[in-house]
């Protein structure tokens, strides 16, 4: 093979790890801004090892080193490094694609977890005094002002300890305030799930440019 081959396919694998890199970069930095900005993860306990924003920042680390090492064996030309890069991108593609069937899979069981984890929540919120599990009730009053419902099922969950952030409209200082009358259970797993499916997607498109 002419020097003039050799150089074009090194220009193409160095151009596609930087693409694949690049895309690496941008699922951590997603990932992170999911981390940092989401405002239910002390409610759902039961499946935290696979949370979005958890698999996103592990997912696209791993991507952005072994890229790294495609990138860096291709310019110096070195053929362990190129082995090694091969190999652990097959291996890389094949987790991510179980990955995304368990997303897609896992995201039709989320059921039989939120209905246990929002009233488990909802207890300690009540149960607490105003200096305990001040993460719990931030959340849950996030939740329901949020998406504008109030408890598990409904209000009567509260068990007439009803919080402000229940509250439709101000003034919400008065006895007996108007509130949601829709409960968080539907609201919350339709937007985790719609998150999961939107993650599912995000590994297969990574899977298929790599």
Same mark, same amino acid.
């Given at each position: ?12 694998? *160095? ?9 690496? @970069?941008?699922? $951590?930095?997603?990932? +992170? ?9 002390? *409610? ?32 110096? +030309? ?9 190999? !652990? ?10 990955? @995304?069937?368990?997303? *897609? ?16 929540? *909802? &207890? ?6 105003? +200096? ?13 002002? !949020? ?7 409904? +209000? @009567?969950?509260?068990?007439? &300890? ?40 995000? $590994? ?7």
């Amino acid at each position: 093979m002419n020097r003039s081959c050799v150089n074009c396919l090194k220009s193409l694998v *160095l151009s596609l790890n930087f693409l694949c890199w690049l895309c690496g @970069a941008f699922v $951590v930095a997603f990932g +992170e801004f999911q981390m940092i900005h989401s405002k239910f993860a002390s *409610l759902i306990t039961s499946f935290w090892p696979i949370y979005p924003a958890n698999t996103l920042v592990v997912t696209g680390t791993i991507v952005t080193c072994v890229c790294y090492l495609g990138m860096l064996g291709g310019m110096k +030309e070195n053929r362990c490094m190129l082995i090694s890069f091969f190999v !652990l991108l097959f291996v890389l593609m094949l987790v991510e694609l179980a990955m @995304a069937c368990v997303f *897609l899979v896992y995201s039709r069981k989320i059921d039989a977890y939120f209905e246990e984890d929002l009233m488990r929540s *909802l &207890d300690i919120y009540r149960q607490s005094s105003s +200096e305990n599990n001040t993460d719990i009730k931030k959340d849950f009053d996030t939740v329901q002002h !949020l998406f504008r419902c109030c408890g598990v099922h409904g +209000e @009567a969950d509260w068990k007439g &300890d009803t919080p402000i952030s229940c509250c439709t409209a101000d003034p919400c200082n008065t006895i007996n305030p108007p509130n949601w009358p829709e409960g968080c259970l539907v609201k919350l797993r339709d937007w985790f799930a719609s998150n999961y499916v939107s993650t599912g997607a995000g $590994v297969v498109t990574l899977f298929i440019i790599q």
